[in-house]
């Protein structure tokens, strides 16, 4: 159950969106976009035989480059317009807006503090092109194509999973393997006593079980597949989600 301050943080940042942002509209021009990316690569990919295994070093990098982003970046304060804009939306406004204690959505006009807005795809579609052309040009086209798909297929993974951590529990969701991992996750990221330190994955935790970052011991199996169970978090992450909700508790009280 959230608290007044976030109640009033959510009633304030909802007065601020446009009543010309619509949410699905958001989310289907994104989908849209992406889908038709991967669509008009795989279209044009020919006699591609061993360079599928590129998927699996880009899949990586694309893990690694998810978990960099999201700690030195959204959790990160820099002197910059571009990316002080980033680390004011996610670390401000998002992490204001959801808390362990309310994770969900309530409406489609709520979109707007999920989802990234249309030109974060765009931008990560054009840092992908330069290493497409680079592995088009060194191995041949299909490479490239096969880079394209995915990157963009990654993303809308990334936006997929993120959204399925703040909707509302229901059975599917629950029992759903890899997906009920990554709410476990990103909620115990949304705890301000980890927020920027831990749980830096919204797809799959293998950059933060391999960076150490977790705030599970567990191996990496036990991390892809550990659901809603918190039978092995660690000592020191109990410790600081205990110390932060005591600070927060004295906080409201002071209110």
């Known amino acids: 159950m959230m608290d007044d301050r976030q109640r009033e943080f959510r009633h304030q940042y909802q007065a601020q969106i446009s009543p010309w942002y619509n949410g699905y509209v958001h989310v289907s021009v994104m989908y849209a976009v992406g889908l038709a990316v991967i669509g008009w690569c795989l279209l044009h990919l020919q006699s591609a035989t061993w360079e599928w295994l590129l998927v699996v070093p880009v899949f990586a990098v694309s893990n690694g480059f998810e978990w960099w ?30 808390t362990h204690q309310e994770m969900t959505v309530n409406s489609a006009r709520e979109f707007r503090i999920v989802f990234f807005p249309w030109r974060a795809l765009v931008t990560f579609m054009a840092l992908g092109v330069p290493f497409a052309l680079l592995l088009g040009w060194l191995i041949k086209p299909a490479a490239a194509y096969i880079l394209m798909v995915t990157i963009v297929g990654q993303y809308l ?38 927020m920027m330190e831990r749980n830096m994955n919204l797809t799959f935790p293998i950059a933060d079980w391999f960076m150490g970052t977790s705030d599970l011991n567990r191996s990496l199996l036990g991390h892809l597949f550990n659901g809603y169970s918190e039978r092995w978090i660690k000592p020191e992450c109990r410790s600081a989600r205990e110390r932060a909700s005591g600070e927060v508790e004295r906080a409201t009280a002071r209110d």
């Open 157 to 194: 993974i990334y936006e997929t999973f993120h959204y399925s951590c703040h909707v509302p529990e229901n059975r599917w969701l629950r029992h759903l393997p890899c997906v009920n991992t990554i709410r476990r996750h990103h909620a115990a990221h949304h705890h301000h006593g980890l």
């Open 69 to 98: 982003i999201h700690k030195f970046v959204m959790h990160r304060l820099v002197d910059s317009y571009a990316l002080r804009a980033i680390y004011d939306r996610h670390t401000r406004q998002h992490h204001q807006y959801f």
